[in-house]
């Protein structure tokens, strides 16, 4: 499971990181791309709960979890999609827990720098 904001939503794009995942796994797992364009990581601890539910008993656990937020939590304070520091931590420790108790792997994904 991919899950982000639109740099995640957008990996399936021609020559896309999430295309490179889903071609490494061909074959052997599904990939889903849970990238939903603008999300910060506010409203994307809105969404784990729906989208990474602890496993069912005797059932399996997804084999990985990717978590990319952060680019659109860094907008200037002045956009809708901005959050303050401490709340974008606190939203990313809920969605890798949640993540960590849906998968055998998490990787967190960094956000690109910010320029100007």
Do not use: C, I, K
């Amino acid at each position: 499971v991919l899950f982000g904001d639109s740099l995640t939503q957008r990996g399936f794009e021609r020559d896309g990181w999430a295309a490179a995942v889903a071609d490494y796994y061909g074959r052997r797992a599904d990939v889903y791309n849970r990238g939903y364009g603008g999300y910060n990581a506010r409203w994307g601890a809105e969404l784990a709960p729906a989208l990474l539910p602890p496993p069912l008993p005797g059932a399996g656990r997804h084999m990985l979890v990717t978590v990319w937020f952060g680019a659109n939590d860094a907008a200037l304070p002045s956009e809708r999609a901005h959050v303050p520091l401490s709340e974008f931590e606190a939203h990313l420790d809920g969605v890798v827990t949640r993540a960590a108790r849906a998968a055998h792997r998490v990787v967190v994904v960094t956000p690109p720098p910010v320029h100007g």
